[in-house]
């Protein structure tokens, strides 16, 4: 299979395999966005598929979206391709499963909160640190609430604050916290028992359990999306937070 930079796709056993590969933390481009979309919705009907994996090929899952593509002329498309891709992992016709080892920020958290299985290191880190530089979530507010219960959301969104992999554990946001070297079993053994069931009966399975963010999805995005696009990016300060980050200081906030 074809691959560029950034993103790495393979076909392992009955798996397909998505592969973040953007040094050195996976900021996630709309390039990069875009082929993930293209794989999904070209793989999801293929007999050969009966699971999709989204991984890292680097210590850390993601840092989160790449911030220099958060301009005025940018942002939409940005925005745009993220919302698909979720769009694309929550119709998704198999079970995908997230493999995490280090942090994973942002729309990388995001990511892997549309999949059905999250696998953790231990000593992996979930946040979402969007408000710290100025900006919002986009997705976030959505996804969290139903796994993580509406007070840790908040509290996430509105602090910036990490949590470490058993928390995240605890909390429901991932589904199991393990000693690294562990995962590989961990998902072979999922894969072995999604393998013995009715392809059909378990695709039926997961539009059941999806099915309440599905058709909530569409009309929340829009409404985060005209948030995002029409008053935060019409402030000064989302701007200042991009400049600050990028050259590595504090921002100087105007609160405007």
């Not at 794989?39 to 850390?60: F, H, T, V, W, Y």
């Not at 916290?177 to 069931?197: F, Q």
């Not at 539009?207 to 948030?227: C, K, N, P, Q, Y």
């Amino acid at each position: 299979m074809e691959n560029n930079r950034h993103v790495q796709i393979s076909q392992e056993g009955d798996a397909l395999r998505v592969t973040l590969n953007r040094p050195p933390v996976n900021f996630i481009s709309t390039e990069m966005l875009q082929q993930i979309g293209s794989e999904l919705e070209s793989m999801g009907e293929s007999p050969a598929c009966k699971a999709l994996i989204l991984d890292s090929a680097l210590p850390a899952f993601s840092a989160g979206l790449d911030l220099s593509q958060l301009t005025p002329d940018t942002v939409f498309l940005l925005l745009e391709e993220l919302h698909g891709v979720a769009r694309s992992l929550n119709s998704f016709p198999r079970p995908t499963i997230g493999l995490v080892r280090g942090m994973a920020l942002g729309a990388g958290n995001e990511l892997l909160a549309c999949c059905d299985f999250v696998f953790a290191s231990e000593k992996a880190s979930f946040g979402h640190p969007e408000v710290k530089v100025g900006g919002i979530p986009s997705l976030a507010p959505l996804l969290l609430p139903p796994l993580i219960g509406d007070r840790r959301a908040r509290e996430m969104i509105l602090t910036g604050n990490f949590i470490g992999a058993k928390e995240a554990e605890s909390t429901g946001l991932i589904t199991r916290a393990l000693p690294e070297a562990r995962i590989p079993e961990a998902v072979a053994e999922l894969l072995k028992t999604l393998g013995s069931l009715s392809l059909p009966v378990l695709a039926i399975a997961l539009r059941s359990v999806r099915t309440i963010r599905l058709h909530e999805m569409d009309g929340r995005l829009r409404e985060i999306e005209a948030l995002y696009l029409n008053q935060l990016m019409n402030l000064e300060d989302p701007m200042e937070g991009v400049r600050a980050f990028l050259e590595k200081r504090q921002p100087v906030w105007r609160n405007k």
